[in-house]
């Protein structure tokens, strides 16, 4: 089989993607259109034609400033079923999706009317396309330890539909540490928890992430390569780190993708898994990103396989269930 035919066949699981990352401009004007918002744009191609990023906050920008056209809870279904119909065209069988609730809420809207859009998604996805999913609401550490914790408030009567949470947006200036209170009391009332650590951020950022935060999973990491003793770590307690190459090609974190150092870390023995972050901004889906990666860094039929092994053992679902997932992959 080619590597193309074994990409686009194996199961696979996203364990990180920004579901306001995943708006296609044909969606946001259709959405804006229904109700009634103007857009600085006059058509898809001047969207995409905007969409040259020179580092993550030039990219940041331009995302938040397209969420605002998110309303109702309509629009954050479509938004997460758009979305799913992307992972069944990947053979993308499960997916932890990130959510930002206060790009919403600070701006006036309910809790309530994003996630229940979203996790009726997630409830369809499960029913009519076979793809299982868990939601993480991730805290933007550009704000306050005190609206990550208003957040965490708002969060409690959806606890049970919740499976962790998270931390995005800009990293270098707001480290870890900004909110290890709030992770601890997430911990307590028993969310799982990732951090982004190492996108543009130095091994410390990550180094916190584990010691201050006690997450599960590292998003990005990527920059944990210049430091040893964190390697050693990383490869030791299998410690997953959910990359995002096309994600890293864009935001400028690697100048070409042949520069990119995923294929070297697995060979090292560290559990990495490969994600689109962003893909409605970065230029495409899970397979294309794996597609993107093969074709750079040669990778073998082996090489792929353990990458697509590495998402379901990096995945919050049951030790069964990875299993099942595991000995499928194993079979090609
Ligand atoms: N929010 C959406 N995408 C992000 C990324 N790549 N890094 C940090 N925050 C984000
Ligand atoms: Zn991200």
Not at 161 to 167: E, F, R, S
Request: hydrophobic share 40%.
């Amino acid at each position: 089989m080619s590597n193309l035919a074994l990409i686009k066949n194996l199961p696979k699981a996203e364990l990180h993607v920004h579901i306001e990352g995943t708006f296609e401009p044909e969606l946001m004007f259709a959405i804006a259109k229904r109700n009634q918002i103007a857009i600085p744009y006059s058509s898809v191609e001047e969207v995409k034609n905007a969409y040259n990023f020179h580092n993550l906050q030039s990219f940041l920008d331009i995302y938040y400033a397209g969420a605002n056209v998110l309303i109702h809870e309509q629009d954050f279904y479509d938004l997460a079923w758009a979305y799913f119909e992307k992972c069944a065209t990947d053979n993308v069988v499960h997916t932890e999706i990130f959510f930002d609730p206060q790009t919403h809420t600070e701006r006036g809207m309910d809790f309530a009317t994003c996630f229940n859009g979203l996790y009726r998604a997630c409830q369809d996805a499960k029913q009519k396309l076979n793809i299982s999913s868990h939601l993480i609401m991730c805290f933007l550490r550009h704000l306050s330890e005190e609206s990550a914790f208003n957040t965490l408030e708002q969060a409690l009567p959806f606890k049970d539909k919740i499976i962790g949470v998270g931390l995005d947006s800009s990293e270098v200036g707001n480290p870890p540490s900004k909110f290890e209170r709030v992770f601890a009391r997430a911990r307590e009332l028993g969310f799982l928890t990732v951090a982004h650590a190492g996108e543009e951020g130095d091994p410390d950022y990550v180094w916190q992430a584990l010691n201050l935060l006690k997450v599960n999973r590292i998003d990005h990491g990527v920059r944990s390569e210049e430091d040893d003793k964190l390697m050693q770590r990383l490869i030791a307690e299998q410690m997953p780190l959910t990359v995002c190459p096309l994600s890293n090609l864009k935001l400028c974190v690697v100048k070409n993708l042949t520069d990119h150092n995923i294929k070297r870390m697995l060979n090292q023995g560290v559990c990495v898994t490969v994600n689109s972050d962003d893909p409605a901004y970065f230029g495409g889906y899970m397979n294309d990103n794996f597609i993107a990666i093969d074709t750079a860094l040669n990778l073998t039929s082996d090489e792929l396989k353990q990458l697509a092994i590495n998402s379901f053992n990096a995945s919050f679902i049951s030790d069964d269930e990875k299993q099942y997932w595991i000995s499928k992959i194993k079979a090609y």
